[in-house]
């Protein structure tokens, strides 16, 4: 499975923060608000300071932020970075992505959110979350193809009602040691 990418340069400068809702002008994105959060941490269960937790996904129109030529949500962000304190927690607040196809519906994408970290010293790892309870993860390209039930488990994101009565879900990144 090749990993998610993300043009930087085709957004410049890159959009700072963790909440992804507040676009140009003031505009709040359109769809379902949700938080997403999280522990970055070793294999020991040891928080991971100083990481740097990116994520990037698709709009309520179904569009990234670097396309060109697309209606694009202009309330909405696209990507937003979190560098992690202490207890290496990060959260975001950002909108459920939809699904969609591509190349004339070759790749099927269910509803997901690309993150990548990165810790000093090490190479920066991405991985893609999805959502427990979406239709079109068995028509996912990616998704799909993870047959060990145990890690397709882990990979998946259950949203609950957060405190704010804003749906939250949990994804906690474990690095291996370097």
């Known amino acids: 499975m090749g ?4 043009r930087a340069r085709a957004l410049s ?13 003031g505009r709040r994105a359109e769809g379902k608000r949700l938080q997403l959060h999280g522990r970055v941490q070793n294999t020991a269960g040891q928080p991971l300071a100083g990481a740097r937790v990116e994520i990037w996904q698709v709009d309520a129109r179904g569009h990234y932020a670097v ?3 697309a ?12 560098l ?11 909108i459920r992505p939809r ?19 990165s810790v000093a ?10 959502f427990a309870d979406e239709p079109g993860n068995e028509r996912d390209s990616f998704v799909s193809r993870i047959t060990d039930p145990e890690l397709r488990d882990r990979m998946l994101v259950r949203l609950t009602p957060g405190s704010d009565g804003m749906p939250a879900g949990t994804f906690d990144v474990v690095l291996p040691d370097a």
């Not at 890159?14 to 140009?24: A, C, V």
């Not at 699904?99 to 970290?117: C, K, N, S, T």
């Open 3 to 6: 990993l998610p990418f993300f």
């Open 99 to 117: 699904g969609y196809g591509r190349y004339g519906g070759l790749i099927q994408r269910a509803a997901h959110i690309h993150l990548r970290v």
């Open 84 to 94: 992690v304190g202490e207890s290496g927690r990060y959260t975001f607040t950002t």
């Open 71 to 82: 209606d694009r949500d202009p309330g909405f962000a696209g990507y937003g970075v979190h």
């Open 121 to 130: 010293g090490r190479a920066p790892l991405a991985t893609e979350v999805w």
């Open 67 to 69: 396309e060109t030529g």
């Open 13 to 25: 400068p890159l959009p700072q923060g963790n909440d992804l809702t507040s676009g140009t002008g």
